[in-house]
């Protein structure tokens, strides 16, 4: 029983202290994700697609169910989210796990390492540590692909959304957070590009949980029903008392 005691206390204290340990040391940014809002479901969506899944897969989800819960027909899943082929040469049947463009073998000439799958990633580190990750790049010349990270220093990823971000310096530090300074633009206006990795993180976080969608709304329902059946026990202990007095 002792035994059965500290095991879970070992699981207790140490599970969240390993995902921890991946986290970072600098302050992080908030941001708020709402899963129900489907227009910046599918805006994250198209950005996973054409931005994350040359290198990463998410093959723990199918692109039928991600056409489901997107409300995507299969010409649209097509035209903004499933441009890959397969082995044969022929495009990817929508049946199949999400997988990333890149094979293993050229992933790992090119950066050392097969990219990560990326299906969890939002649960596994959180919302606002993804949010702070993908606004953290900065210039760094002393890293083989020219960028470092201040959220996870050190990454052999190179900067995914630099087109859309251009690329900043690192200037100095405010209460420990990072000072950047944006020394090439991109396409978009800083304010613009938070929005833009807000809506990638809000597809991410379905992607981690895409229950989430259906738990939510099955909630109300659930609530209504017990309250629906403490009305009628209530009912029935009025039936069965009312001999007693
Ligand atoms: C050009 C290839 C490439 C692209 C494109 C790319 N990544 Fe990566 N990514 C990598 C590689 C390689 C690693 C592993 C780096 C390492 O281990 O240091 C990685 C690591 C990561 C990690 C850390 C995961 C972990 O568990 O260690 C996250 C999170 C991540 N990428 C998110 C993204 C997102 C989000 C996008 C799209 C906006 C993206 N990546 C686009 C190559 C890529």
Redesign the pocket.
């Known amino acids: 029983m002792n035994r059965l005691l500290m095991l879970l206390l070992v699981w207790i204290f140490l599970v969240p202290g390993a995902a921890f340990a991946?986290g970072p040391s600098v302050p992080l940014d908030a941001v708020k994700v709402n899963v129900h809002d489907r227009d910046a479901l599918q805006r994250g969506a198209k950005?996973?697609a054409g931005?994350?899944m040359?290198?990463?897969s998410a093959q723990y989800m199918r692109y039928t169910h991600v056409a489901r819960d997107l409300g995507w027909s299969a010409e649209e899943m097509r035209e903004n989210f499933l441009f890959t082929r397969n082995q044969a040469g022929d495009p990817t049947p929508m049946g199949d796990m999400m997988q990333a463009a890149?094979s293993d073998k050229d992933?790992v000439e090119?950066?050392?390492?097969?990219?990560?799958d990326?299906t969890l990633?939002a649960r596994?580190?959180g919302e606002d540590w993804?949010y702070t990750?993908?606004r953290s790049f900065y210039l760094d010349e002393s890293r083989p692909l020219g960028v470092n990270n201040s959220v996870?220093a050190?990454?052999?990823?190179?900067h995914?959304?630099w087109e859309l971000q251009g690329y900043q310096e690192k200037v100095g530090y405010e209460n420990k957070r990072p000072v950047f300074e944006l020394t090439q633009p991109g396409g978009l206006s800083p304010e613009e590009y938070d929005s833009v990795v807000q809506d990638?993180v809000t597809f991410?976080t379905y992607l981690a949980e895409p229950i989430k969608l259906q738990r939510e709304s099955i909630g109300p329902w659930v609530l209504l029903f017990l309250a629906g059946l403490t009305f009628l026990f209530y009912l029935l202990k009025k039936e069965y008392w009312k001999d007693v007095h």
């Open positions: 991946a950005l996973f931005y994350c040359a290198c990463h890149i992933a090119w950066f050392g390492v097969v990219p990560p990326l990633s596994l580190y993804m990750f993908l996870f050190s990454i052999g990823m190179p995914p959304l990638l991410m």
